[in-house]
């Protein structure tokens, strides 16, 4: 079974930065669309940003220009670099791939855990 595990949540400061990882148990995976979302408490789960294949990417309003989604396709893993963090930025991050296996037409989707962000003010 496909697993996914995030890192690099915690506590930062208004102003700071932190950088999420995000990699697959499953290296055979072929990645159609990955991204990162994040619940605050009392509030839906909503996307941060996402990058296709291609490396497209798209990014939730909040966030342009203080977030970059990036991604390590040999390694199965995605980055969500966050700078000038805001307290309202504080909730639980998940990543999720959409992805299917070689020679096969499905497609699953996988969700991480979660991580933790808490920005202070």
């Known amino acids: 079974q496909v697993q996914l595990m995030e890192s690099g949540g915690g506590l930062v400061q208004a102003g700071g930065s932190l950088r999420l990882s995000c990699i697959a148990s499953e290296r055979s995976l072929y990645l159609i669309r990955m991204g990162w979302y994040r619940q605050a408490p009392g509030k839906e789960r909503e996307l941060v940003a996402d990058i296709n294949s291609g490396g497209g990417t798209n990014y939730a309003d909040s966030m342009k220009g203080r977030a970059t989604i990036s991604r390590n396709g040999a390694e199965n893993q995605i980055y969500l670099q966050m700078n000038n963090l805001e307290p309202e930025d504080t909730g639980v991050y998940s990543c999720?791939?959409?992805?299917?296996?070689?020679?096969?037409?499905?497609?699953?989707?996988?969700w991480g855990p979660g991580t933790q962000v808490t920005v202070s003010s």
């Open positions: 999720h791939f959409v992805a299917s296996f070689p020679g096969r037409s499905y497609q699953y989707q996988y």
